[in-house]
């Protein structure tokens, strides 16, 4: 057996420069996205502040990166009466959701003010 028969694989380990690297590139793309989608944000939140009201985020908290919470924000789905400790999950047919709401949550547009948890580090 020669050297070129055995070779052994270690993972590949992120070192600081690439850890700033990512770190840099959430930042300009979170801002670059934000800014851009802010008129459709805006749009949003205006409509549902007139289908239902304040608030028009939901704030719930996550556990990040070690373990470390965070709130992590979306756009309601639900309506300002939903009882706030009911089911944790979403079904499809959920009386608890909106009509703006099921629009939201079937394009993932709900998500949007989740680059405000990118651009400040708690998501990537």
Do not use: C
């Not at 801002?31 to 007139?50: H, N, Q, S």
């Not at 709130?71 to 706030?84: C, L, N, S």
């Amino acid at each position: 057996m020669n050297a070129l028969d055995v070779t052994m694989h270690r993972p590949a380990v992120a070192g600081t420069s690439h850890g700033i690297a990512r770190r840099a590139m959430d930042i300009i793309l979170a801002a670059a996205a934000g800014m851009a989608l802010a008129p459709l944000m805006l749009l949003i939140a205006v409509a549902l502040f007139v289908e239902g009201g304040w608030p028009v985020l939901f704030a719930q908290t996550r556990l990040g990166a070690g373990a470390k919470p965070f709130r992590m924000y979306k756009f309601r789905k639900f309506k300002t009466t939903a009882d706030p400790f009911g089911l944790a999950l979403t079904m499809n047919d959920d009386s608890r959701m909106t009509r703006l709401g099921r629009f939201l949550a079937a394009t993932k547009l709900d998500e949007l003010p989740q680059l405000w948890n990118v651009f400040t580090g708690d998501m990537a």
